[in-house]
């Protein structure tokens, strides 16, 4: 779903709690073979990937191949279980299976424990050819252990304070869609027997609800809440007219695409539940290209789906938002007036508004790739729909969105880094986000800061946005297709782009293999480099680029800690006690005048088992302490490689400056490996 920045309703689309995975990144750029009379011809753009280890690109699997594959690991879920170590009250459960052209397999798991789903202990498993296991990527590193599985407050408990927590966030008709189920919540890093409430009725503005609370089943806790609802010839309303694929049946057509997993189109016609009425006339001519006539808006949605199919096929080797060859379905016309646009997994479809007085419906293509592609990331990885995790959900949207909407070479829609410029969802004719300078939209961010995960997850997302232009294009002033940008870097130093065509392949090998449920921020930088560095290469200048372009945005820092200033640096090792006081590390600062500047920059490399654990603070030399990193009990990611930006400019200099950690929680240890200080 898209949310207006000037809109005060609270819209969500998020994740479902399923983990699935997805077929692979592929490179070809072929056209979809097999399509009838009437298919979408738009040619796919041109790849310009470069030297590419095809290995590390994805063998090409029928649907059939990819259901054999999930059952034979289905089969041996059991030895896998052992072989991870797991407990023996937890069981494994085969989701989906990607296969390299190399022969390694990355397969997707949720668990069990004691009969019981694990939310947030989703795990994806790397093996080689040989059938050795080379890597496990887990969305906790918790030990899955709780003290009893029964509950001490009553399942009625759970569900009035879900009711009481839906309508506080505006919902209405407001009821339970079922009784409280059991599961074990292990996303925040303590494994805890938990009921699971699922709220129906509708949102504020109209979209359907469907409000997942997670109560304590000891204390009745809330411990976590998040939105399922993730927010022939066609005379297209914003893509002119376009061939689209039907069906002819007797005399009629309808607005089936056989060529595309049977992807059907509906209306709705207002209203705000079931399927609607499948788009079917005599003549294979839809809409008139403006809202006068029902079927614009279903030409819209048609050729949205079409292309959005076609994107991922021809670009990363994917058929259909699950992999398995099948199509969702898309409703038009939903309710009256409704500003927004969304995907339901558990539909599996796709819904329009018609915006602002039914002028404006919101089918244009970089939103059907949007919000089509939050069903590929509920199928892959799983993002949480809250914090950085659910920034990174819904970056995800925009970037595949603009992905389909360059893919589809429209000349009456030309591709560009503007999300929703079409729809004017804010009613003045500017889009609804900028990817090269986030901020513009008035509440998104441009650079990481510690406070990122509490904004809404359309503001959050802007980091990732950001990364992904200047990944894609470079930073500074440049004119594409008309559009004039300018984006900046939080470091003051320039990023080199490496194209549209590699940072696509990046971003999804990583969400594909790499990221997990509970994925933030650092964890995607690991995850994007470790996908480069196996698309690529680790010593490629994709690779560095990839490093420049996170640092660009405060995530992490670039290679050899920047460039340019004076630098001081501590290289001593110092231990971390495990849950006990905190320890520091200094460094002294010699030969400079004046105060300090209101961008030193704080290079810190910590090992730790899990970040979340740590607080961070730099001391300047008079004692004044200003926070680096706070206490997270769901931020799971290993280390804390991080380049910080402080406003020092009230401090003198010299003196000794220094680093104080603190881990403020049992289990997981680490060790401060290095920090510096650069006086740019």
Same mark, same amino acid.
């Given at each position: 779903m898209l949310s207006s920045s000037s809109s005060h309703r609270r819209t969500s689309h998020?994740?479902?709690?399923?983990?699935?995975?997805?077929?692979?990144?592929?490179?070809?750029?072929?056209?979809?073979?097999?399509?009838?009379?009437?298919?979408?011809?738009?040619?796919?753009?041109?790849?310009?990937?470069?030297?590419?280890? @095809?290995?590390?690109?994805?063998?090409?699997?029928? =649907?059939?191949?990819?259901?054999?594959?999930?059952?034979?690991?289905?089969?041996?879920?059991?030895?896998?279980?052992?072989?991870?170590?797991?407990?023996?009250?937890?069981?494994?459960?085969?989701?989906?299976?990607?296969?390299?052209?190399?022969?390694?397999?990355?397969?997707?798991?949720?668990?069990?424990?004691?009969?019981?789903?694990?939310?947030?202990?989703?795990?994806?498993?790397?093996?080689?050819?040989?059938?050795?296991?080379?890597?496990?990527?887990?969305?906790? @590193?918790?030990?899955?252990?709780?003290?009893?599985?029964?509950?001490?407050?009553?399942?009625?408990?759970?569900?009035?304070?879900?009711?009481?927590?839906?309508?506080?966030?505006?919902?209405?008709?407001?009821?339970?869609?079922?009784?409280?189920?059991?599961?074990?919540?292990?996303?925040?890093?303590?494994?805890?027997?938990?009921?699971?409430?699922?709220?129906?009725?509708?949102?504020?503005?109209?979209?359907?609800?469907?409000? +997942?609370?997670?109560?304590?089943?000891?204390?009745?806790?809330?411990?976590?809440?998040?939105?399922?609802?993730?927010?022939?010839?066609?005379?297209?309303?914003?893509?002119?007219?376009?061939?689209?694929?039907?069906?002819?049946?007797?005399?009629?057509?309808?607005?089936?695409?056989?060529?595309?997993?049977? +992807?059907?189109?509906?209306?709705?016609?207002?209203?705000?539940?079931?399927?609607?009425?499948?788009?079917?006339?005599?003549s294979d001519t839809w809409g008139n290209g403006t809202t006068s006539n029902a079927a614009?808006?279903?030409?819209?949605?048609?050729?949205?789906?079409?292309?959005?199919?076609?994107?991922?096929?021809?670009?990363?080797?994917?058929?259909?938002?699950?992999?398995?060859?099948?199509?969702?379905?898309?409703?038009?016309?939903?309710?009256?007036?409704?500003?927004?646009? %969304?995907?339901?997994?558990?539909?599996?479809?796709?819904?329009?508004?018609?915006?602002?007085?039914?002028?404006?419906?919101?089918?244009?293509?970089?939103?059907?790739?949007?919000?089509?592609?939050?069903?590929?990331?509920?199928?892959?990885?799983?993002?949480?729909?809250?914090?950085?995790?659910?920034?990174?959900?819904?970056?995800?949207?925009?970037?595949?969105?603009?992905?389909?909407?360059?893919?589809?070479?429209?000349?009456?829609?030309?591709?560009?880094?503007?999300?929703?410029?079409?729809?004017?969802?804010?009613?003045?004719?500017?889009?609804l986000r900028y990817m090269d300078k986030p901020s513009k939209d008035g509440g998104s961010?441009?650079?990481?800061?510690?406070?990122?995960?509490?904004?809404?997850?359309?503001?959050?997302?802007?980091?990732?946005? +950001?990364?992904?232009?200047?990944?894609?294009?470079?930073?500074?002033?440049?004119?594409?297709?008309?559009?004039?940008?300018?984006?900046?870097?939080?470091?003051?130093?320039?990023?080199?782009?490496?194209?549209?065509?590699?940072?696509?392949?990046?971003?999804?090998?990583?969400?594909?293999?790499? %990221?997990?449920?509970?994925?933030?921020?650092?964890?995607?930088?690991?995850?994007?480099?470790?996908?480069?560095?196996?698309?690529?290469?680790?010593?490629?200048?994709?690779?560095?680029?990839?490093?420049?372009?996170?640092?660009?945005?405060?995530?992490?820092? @670039? =290679?050899?800690?920047?460039?340019?200033?004076?630098?001081?640096?501590?290289?001593?090792?110092?231990?971390?006690?495990?849950?006990?006081?905190?320890?520091?590390?200094?460094?002294?600062?010699?030969? @400079?005048?004046?105060?300090?500047?209101?961008?030193?920059?704080?290079?810190?490399?910590?090992?730790?088992?899990?970040?979340?654990?740590?607080?961070?603070?730099?001391?300047?030399?008079?004692?004044?302490?200003?926070?680096?990193?706070?206490?997270?009990?769901?931020?799971?990611?290993?280390?804390?490689?991080?380049?910080?930006?402080?406003?020092?400019?009230?401090?003198?200099?010299?003196?000794?400056?220094?680093?104080?950690?603190?881990?403020?929680?049992?289990?997981?240890?680490?060790?401060?490996?290095?920090?510096?200080?650069?006086?740019?």
């Amino acid at each position: 779903m898209l949310s207006s920045s000037s809109s005060h309703r609270r819209t969500s689309h998020t994740t479902q709690r399923r983990v699935a995975a997805v077929a692979l990144v592929g490179v070809s750029a072929l056209l979809a073979a097999a399509v009838q009379s009437g298919a979408a011809s738009a040619a796919p753009q041109k790849s310009s990937l470069g030297k590419i280890n @095809r290995g590390s690109l994805a063998a090409p699997l029928t =649907p059939s191949q990819r259901a054999e594959l999930i059952r034979d690991a289905d089969a041996a879920k059991a030895a896998t279980a052992k072989d991870l170590g797991l407990g023996a009250k937890e069981k494994l459960v085969a989701r989906d299976v990607i296969k390299d052209a190399d022969g390694t397999v990355h397969t997707r798991y949720e668990r069990t424990y004691a009969g019981l789903p694990v939310l947030g202990g989703d795990l994806v498993v790397d093996t080689t050819k040989a059938g050795k296991t080379e890597r496990v990527i887990k969305a906790t @590193r918790a030990t899955l252990k709780v003290a009893s599985l029964t509950p001490a407050i009553a399942a009625s408990k759970a569900e009035k304070q879900a009711l009481s927590a839906a309508k506080a966030d505006g919902s209405k008709k407001t009821d339970a869609d079922r009784a409280p189920r059991k599961v074990i919540w292990a996303a925040d890093g303590t494994p805890t027997l938990a009921y699971e409430t699922v709220v129906g009725g509708f949102q504020d503005d109209g979209t359907p609800n469907q409000l +997942h609370v997670i109560t304590d089943a000891a204390t009745g806790k809330k411990l976590y809440e998040y939105q399922g609802i993730e927010t022939g010839i066609g005379n297209t309303q914003y893509s002119g007219q376009v061939t689209l694929t039907t069906t002819q049946s007797g005399s009629n057509y309808t607005l089936t695409d056989g060529a595309r997993g049977g +992807h059907k189109t509906y209306n709705l016609n207002r209203g705000t539940s079931g399927t609607g009425t499948l788009f079917s006339q005599t003549s294979d001519t839809w809409g008139n290209g403006t809202t006068s006539n029902a079927a614009t808006a279903g030409a819209d949605a048609h050729y949205g789906a079409a292309e959005t199919w076609d994107f991922y096929k021809n670009t990363f080797g994917r058929s259909g938002i699950k992999n398995n060859g099948v199509g969702a379905y898309s409703r038009v016309h939903y309710g009256n007036a409704y500003v927004n646009a %969304f995907w339901d997994d558990g539909c599996f479809c796709m819904t329009y508004g018609d915006g602002a007085g039914n002028a404006d419906p919101l089918t244009a293509i970089d939103v059907a790739g949007h919000e089509m592609s939050h069903g590929v990331t509920s199928n892959t990885a799983g993002l949480n729909y809250t914090g950085e995790s659910g920034g990174l959900n819904e970056a995800t949207s925009d970037i595949f969105g603009t992905g389909v909407e360059f893919y589809a070479n429209n000349a009456s829609d030309p591709g560009d880094y503007l999300i929703g410029e079409k729809i004017d969802i804010n009613g003045d004719g500017t889009p609804l986000r900028y990817m090269d300078k986030p901020s513009k939209d008035g509440g998104s961010a441009d650079n990481w800061s510690s406070s990122v995960g509490g904004l809404d997850v359309h503001y959050s997302s802007g980091v990732a946005n +950001h990364f992904f232009y200047l990944l894609s294009e470079g930073s500074g002033a440049k004119v594409i297709n008309g559009v004039s940008y300018n984006s900046p870097t939080a470091d003051g130093l320039p990023v080199t782009g490496i194209g549209r065509d590699k940072a696509l392949q990046i971003w999804y090998r990583a969400l594909t293999t790499k %990221f997990t449920s509970t994925t933030n921020y650092a964890a995607a930088r690991t995850g994007t480099l470790a996908a480069t560095g196996e698309l690529y290469g680790t010593t490629s200048a994709e690779y560095t680029a990839v490093q420049n372009a996170w640092a660009a945005v405060k995530v992490g820092s @670039r =290679p050899g800690g920047g460039g340019g200033g004076t630098s001081f640096e501590n290289t001593g090792d110092v231990s971390i006690p495990d849950n006990g006081p905190a320890v520091t590390s200094s460094i002294a600062v010699t030969g @400079r005048t004046g105060n300090a500047p209101s961008n030193l920059l704080v290079d810190v490399n910590i090992v730790h088992t899990w970040r979340g654990d740590l607080v961070v603070d730099l001391l300047a030399p008079d004692g004044t302490v200003y926070p680096l990193k706070p206490f997270s009990s769901s931020d799971s990611a290993d280390n804390v490689q991080e380049t910080y930006t402080v406003n020092a400019s009230s401090e003198v200099a010299n003196g000794t400056w220094k680093l104080r950690v603190q881990d403020k929680a049992a289990q997981d240890t680490g060790y401060i490996n290095s920090w510096k200080l650069t006086f740019p």
